[in-house]
């Protein structure tokens, strides 16, 4: 399907439409229609980082790591989210059994980004897929730590955390979320 469009904004706005769309399937382990819609947002928009790095993960989920690195690079190289972007790297990496690099792209992300919680949950799904709940445990808290508002781990979507969702540090995790997240508030701001 092939879709004319009569505008910039227009184009920019259906490569976010599709995006989005991307992103969900993804969330919903669709990962080749996630990949799908991913390329039809590239096609409209071809340097949409979020795009890129959906792509990446989506291939990287198919078994097409090395695929998958090319677009893992690629964001990383367009730096509008560093630190997502290296995370993104870090997982593609490990699925390569680059395990070395893989650490270091995901530290990278941490120094670029040290307060974005979303760093901190992937390097946490990365040492749930490496097998190291410990160290899966430890960034997950400070993701918690970080966004109690946002950290929302979905181990039904997500393949890495759905291995210790039946755990009980897991339960107590997001219970911990669940409190911090009631008790959230905006910092206040002072009027001078």
């Known amino acids: 399907m092939e879709f004319k469009l009569s505008s910039e904004g227009e184009?920019?706005?259906?490569?976010?439409?599709?995006?989005?769309?991307?992103?969900?399937?993804?969330?919903?382990?669709?990962f080749d229609a996630g990949a799908a819609a991913f390329e039809q947002a590239l096609a409209l928009e071809p340097h949409r980082v979020r795009a890129i790095?959906?792509?990446a993960l989506c291939l990287s989920q198919l078994g097409k790591?090395?695929?998958a690195l090319a677009?893992?690079?690629?964001?990383?190289e367009l730096a509008q989210y560093p630190g997502l972007s290296y995370a993104t790297l870090g997982l593609v990496l490990h699925r390569l059994g680059r395990r070395e690099e893989a650490e270091k792209a995901f530290?990278?992300?941490?120094?670029?980004t040290p307060d974005d919680?979303?760093?901190y949950y992937n390097f946490g799904c990365y040492w749930a897929e490496a097998g190291d709940e410990e160290e899966c445990r430890r960034y997950l808290a400070l993701a918690l730590e970080l966004a109690p508002e946002s950290f929302?781990?979905?181990?039904?979507?997500d393949p890495d955390m759905a291995r210790y969702s039946h755990k009980k540090w897991f339960a107590d995790l997001l219970a911990v979320?669940?409190?911090r997240a009631a008790s959230w508030r905006p910092a206040e701001v002072g009027v001078t």
Request: proline share 6%; glycine share 8%.
């Open 107 to 112: 530290q990278l992300g941490l120094e670029n």
């Open 11 to 30: 184009r920019k706005r259906r490569a976010a439409a599709l995006t989005q769309i991307g992103i969900d399937l993804h969330d919903r382990g669709r």
């Open 65 to 67: 790591a090395q695929e």
């Open 117 to 119: 919680f979303r760093v």
């Open 177 to 179: 979320r669940k409190r």
């Open 71 to 76: 677009y893992a690079e690629k964001a990383v």
């Open 53 to 55: 790095r959906g792509k």
């Open 152 to 157: 929302v781990p979905q181990p039904p979507n």
